[in-house]
């Protein structure tokens, strides 16, 4: 049987990882600011997690939502203080897709609505609604078409209030990404953030932050929507949540009341998921990984400033976007073929850096000089001396 062939793939095995570097199988080092899409919150392999994932798995690995499983409430209890989101209910499931989905619905049970306003250029998953709520025809097939979604300009309050003002009753959710991932690295302004917030308010809508990408300490802060000083009514979790280990979840506000069956998941939450998520959790308080993301970050985007062939440098703590023009496109492979470093794109010519929150200060100074020289290279080659 061949793989059903749906990724564009490198032709590189790793094989070994260990905090912010990988090895392929010819014992190859790479420096990994790509984190295996914005996966590895506190690094490959961190000890700590290893252990805990180790110890879980000789106790008992997976059981049903049909038992206790106090690791669950453990894991609330810490999410809700690490978060400062003490007063949220935590739902957990396994991909990003899926806590968008089970958040989407879950607003339509609250209000007893079907419209969901999204934004362009946003992402939120490939299940039904959320591939509907995301702005890229190519990935939406004709049974996620609906009407139920509305696409307005991202960042632009008067189309907001337009919207809000003609069909608000009918509005079930606003479905935002604090900073926008596949769509390029753009970051929600706080006053849309806050728009969003009062125009839910205004109609009964509810407010869903999507911190698949952007949550769980990478932007500096837990999420990268609170910068904006409001609360949404649900946020959505995966990537960074499980170091690697697919967890996923939503967090709920107080006033949304849960009813037996009307959200449920087989592997959502099981004893593994719990224990990786708790480690991850358990490392960044000890790490201080939000502090870490916040200062790293910063350094990186004033070094990568001085850079003149790179334009637009964005985003907040450990994700940042920058764009290379036209004679530089072929940037981010040389940096992977000739610098061993890995990073993540974005279509056109946006290169996306999502380390894991644990980046050290040298590992961004090796970066730094890996850029300068491939520039260079890349320059020179452009005009040799004859
Ligand atoms: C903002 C955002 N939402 C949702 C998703 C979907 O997550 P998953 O691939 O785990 O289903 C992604 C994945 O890239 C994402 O970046």
């Known amino acids: 049987m061949n793989l059903f062939d749906v990724y564009p793939i490198n032709d590189i095995t790793i094989v070994k990882a260990k905090g912010s570097y990988v090895w392929d199988d010819k014992g190859e080092q790479y420096l990994d600011l790509y984190g295996g899409h914005a996966v590895i919150s506190i690094g490959h392999t961190h000890p700590h997690y290893v252990q805990r994932l180790t110890e879980q798995l000789n106790k008992v690995g997976f059981y049903s939502n049909s038992i206790k499983i106090p690791l669950q409430q453990e894991l609330a209890q810490k999410l809700g203080k690490v978060s400062g989101k003490a007063d949220y209910q935590l739902f957990l499931c396994n991909s990003g897709a899926e806590a968008n989905e089970n958040a989407l619905k879950l607003a339509s049970f609250y209000n007893n609505r079907k419209k969901i306003i999204a934004f362009t250029k946003a992402f939120h998953g490939r299940t039904s609604l959320a591939v509907a709520a995301t702005d890229n025809p190519n990935i939406v097939a004709p049974v996620n078409q609906t009407d139920n979604v509305i696409f307005l300009p991202f960042n632009d309050e008067t189309a907001l209030e337009d919207c809000f003002s003609k069909q608000g009753n009918e509005i079930s959710s606003v479905i935002i990404e604090g900073i926008q ?64 280990f697919p967890v996923a979840g939503i967090i709920i506000a107080p006033h949304i009341k849960s009813k037996h069956y009307m959200l449920g998941t087989t592997f959502g939450g099981n004893h593994l998921a719990c224990a990786a998520a708790l480690a991850v959790l358990e490392v960044m308080e000890e790490e201080k990984l939000m502090g870490n993301a916040a200062t790293v970050g910063l350094y990186l985007r004033e070094e990568l400033k001085k850079i003149p062939q790179l334009k637009n440098i964005r985003g907040r703590g450990l994700m940042i976007g920058f764009d290379v023009t036209e004679d530089f496109k072929e940037l981010r492979k040389n940096l992977l073929w000739n610098q061993k470093v890995f990073t993540g794109e974005a279509k056109p010519n946006v290169i996306r850096l999502l380390p894991s929150l644990a980046l050290r200060k040298r590992d961004a100074e090796q970066f730094i000089d890996s850029i300068k020289e491939e520039i260079q290279q890349m320059v020179s080659s452009e005009n040799p001396v004859v």
């Open 181 to 244: 991932g596949v769509g390029g690295i753009n970051v929600a302004n706080e006053t849309f953030l806050k728009k969003i917030r009062s125009l839910c308010d205004e109609y009964g809508a509810v407010y869903i932050a999507d911190s698949i990408q952007c949550g769980y300490g990478r932007s500096g802060k837990f999420f990268s929507h609170d910068f904006a000083g409001v609360q949404a009514d649900i946020y959505t979790m995966a990537k960074g949540m499980g170091n690697g």
